[in-house]
C-alpha cells in the first residue's frame, strides 16, 4: 500500500517534492519508481530507485532536475523536482515491484500503484 503527497501548482522553474508513504512493507525491500499521466498521453516512467543497491534510473527529459530517493527510517519514498516545465505536468503515482531486484520504468513490472497526486507546472 502506498500514497502520494506534496502535488500541487506551481511556476515554471520552481520545485516540489512528491513523497509515497509505504506501509505493509520496507521501502528497500522492493523496487520503487515515479510515472506519470498527462491528459490524453500514455503512463511513462519518470524514475526508478532498485531494491538490491538503491540504483536509480530517469527519464531522459528529467535528469539532472528530478532526483529520487528513499528514506529508510521514515519508510518514504521521495521525488526531488527542480526546474519544473510546464510538460512535467501531469498526474505522478508511487509504484511498487515486487518481483524484479533491479528497477526499470516499464509500468507492466509493477504491481502495486497509488492513488496519484496532481503536479501543474504553470504561470
Known amino acids: 500500500h502506498v500514497v502520494e503527497s506534496g502535488g500541487g501548482l506551481v511556476q515554471p522553474g520552481g520545485s516540489l517534492r512528491l513523497s509515497c508513504a509505504a506501509s505493509?512493507?520496507?521501502?528497500?525491500?522492493?523496487?520503487m519508481a515515479w510515472f506519470r499521466q498527462a491528459p490524453g498521453k500514455e503512463r511513462e516512467g519518470v524514475s526508478c530507485?532498485?531494491?538490491?543497491?538503491?540504483?536509480?534510473s530517469y527519464l531522459d527529459s528529467v535528469k539532472g532536475r528530478f532526483t529520487i530517493s528513499r528514506d529508510n527510517t521514515k519508510n518514504m519514498v521521495y521525488l526531488q523536482m527542480n526546474g519544473l516545465k510546464p510538460e512535467d505536468t501531469a498526474v505522478y503515482y508511487c509504484?511498487?515491484?515486487?518481483?524484479?531486484?533491479?528497477?526499470?520504468?516499464?509500468?507492466?513490472?509493477?504491481?502495486?500503484w497509488g492513488q496519484g497526486t496532481q503536479v501543474t507546472v504553470s504561470s
Open positions: 530507485i532498485s531494491a538490491m543497491y538503491g540504483d536509480t
Open positions: 505493509g512493507f520496507t521501502v528497500d525491500r522492493y523496487s
Open positions: 509504484a511498487v515491484d515486487t518481483l524484479r531486484d533491479f528497477c526499470g520504468l516499464v509500468s507492466r513490472e509493477y504491481d502495486y
